[in-house]
């Protein structure tokens, strides 16, 4: 498809925009001063003494001063007398609903806190949290906020082996579970995978939410029910302010190695960008909007645009705990329209498959109340765009395509709904304060039509601080490619059009982007080789209509294992599912004799791509042997 079509934002939102091209001047006049601007939206207890320390590659923001993460979240609002306002419409998957004001947001963190400080959480202990998107995933994230103690949330989708390794990484004493969620019509359960990846780590106590009523094993000397120990907490709680630097979270997110990152955030800086970045890439307006990101709480787009930028804005939200397809394919729509959704900000796997499910079902409800869409986790395919504009917008709102990583914390690329013509498929322009390049592989920035790789040239408030307990991996992996510059290397290709505008053109390195999400190569070959029946595996991610990429194996099985046949394939499948979890499944698994290497030993992943696309292969004459490609060839059409 060729899109040349160029969308001027409406006039209404035009000539009320929270953000209007000044921003761009004022940030260009003197970068530090406009965060310094950005981070007076908060409520510091003690102002900062410095905005800015940069000991490359290490960055501190706001030293001096002190603030409480959750009391900006939440206490301030109630405060300032919105305590009666809405603060999560939150809808469960089998239609039941929760309404929680800021006056109630209050008092459920001041009790969750009480709860965790009694269960012996201090400032500075790490607390895993691995939910289901139920309203108490957001009250223990805020209430591990008000301690200081930094949260490490895992995605409920992760198996109890990615769990452990996480528990074990972060050295957490304190898990916060419930028996499971709804997904898909059915209670999900989580206890037992929660169980099986606390026994034999540091994990002291359990505290358990009870969703969906089944019955799941308890240890009466480890486990607390929330109900229990929560519920008959005092309603207030005493914040204490911490300094800007207070570690906030850390995230896992797969890297280039089997091993994921544990991505650390801190406080002010951290809120200070997620803040305004919501306020000026979705406009959103507190007392009037509704607005939905439609992302889970386990990955960064839950911690930044469902958790603190939209509450440190006052928002009011909906959260949704199920999948779009249940009990029907228009439940999407059948919420926007409930609760006169007006801001909406989903992935374009989600897009994708809403345009599968054909028009006729979102034109089947009242969608008038959107005034802005947002999009996150890959890159956009124009079609995808048009159509999000198109059935679900009106024809009338601005799509902002919004490029950020969980290193970045915060959105760093994306069109501003008030001031930019947006372009389908690209996310255009570093916002105000950012200071983002395509570069050559020397480091030159290349010239306007030109290509290469995105680098970040300044740093910025809310950049992850460094990866938990290795402070060697975070500079090798983000600093080394362009160290002699000092740019972060974000590991995505780019180009730069005609007008200067960014396309983000998918990652350089061996991680793959599924559905959004991210997913290591070598994570997923690990796993497989876990297996006994595997002696080699190498994985690739191949172009997919729907999932963006999707994950293809091509394995070596050891001798005396069943060959061929779909039952090894599943086996393995249902491995990884295991291993890491069922968003790690391979899509397809390629049983073969050898895999191409070149003659330092090394997987030419190239080749796999090329077969696991259908096309033609490349050059193989640096491959050790070339005959292997036609083994793998012929075996392919028995092989999947
Ligand atoms: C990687 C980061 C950011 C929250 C969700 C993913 C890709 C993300 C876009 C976009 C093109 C995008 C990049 C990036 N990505 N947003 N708008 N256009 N690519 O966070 O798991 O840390 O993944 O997602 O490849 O590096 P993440």
Redesign the pocket.
Known sequence: MHENRRFAPPAALVAAANVTADAYAAASADRIAFWEEQARRLDWARPWTTALEWEPPFARWFTGGLLNVAVNAVDRHVDAGHGDQVAIHWEGEPGDTRTITYARLKDEVCKAANALAELGVRAGDRVMIYLPMIPEAVFAMLACARLGAPHSVVFGGFSAEALRNRIEDAQARLLITADGGFRRGRPSGLKAAADEAAAGTGIERVLVVRRTGEAVPFAEDRDVWWHDVVDRQPAAHVPEYFDAEQPLFILY??GTTAKPKG?LHTSGGYLTQAAYTHHAVFDLKPDTDVYWCA?DVG???GH?YIVYGPLANRATQVMYEGTPDTPHRGRFWEIVQKYRVSILYT??TTIRTFMKWGDDLPAGFDLSSLRLLG??????NPEAWIWYRDHIGGGRTPVV????????GA?M??PLPGVTDCKPGS?QVALPGIAADVVDGGGVPVPDGGGGY?VLTEPWPAMLRGIWGDPGRYADTYWSRFAEQGYYF???GAKKDQDGDLW????VDD?M?VS???ISTTEVESALVSHPHVAEAAVVGATDPTTGQGIVAFVILRGGAPDGGAAPAAELRDHVAREIGPIAKPRQILVVPELPKTRSGKIMRRLLRDVAENRSLGDVTTLQDSSVMDLISARLPAAS
């Open positions: 997110t797969s991505i992302a990955w960064v787009t930044s992935a374009p999009s996150v986790g890959e890159p956009i395509d919004t490029w950020w990583q969980t290193e970045t959105i690329i994306s996310a995105l974000a590991g995505d983000l053109l998918g990652r991680v982007n959004g999400h991210r």
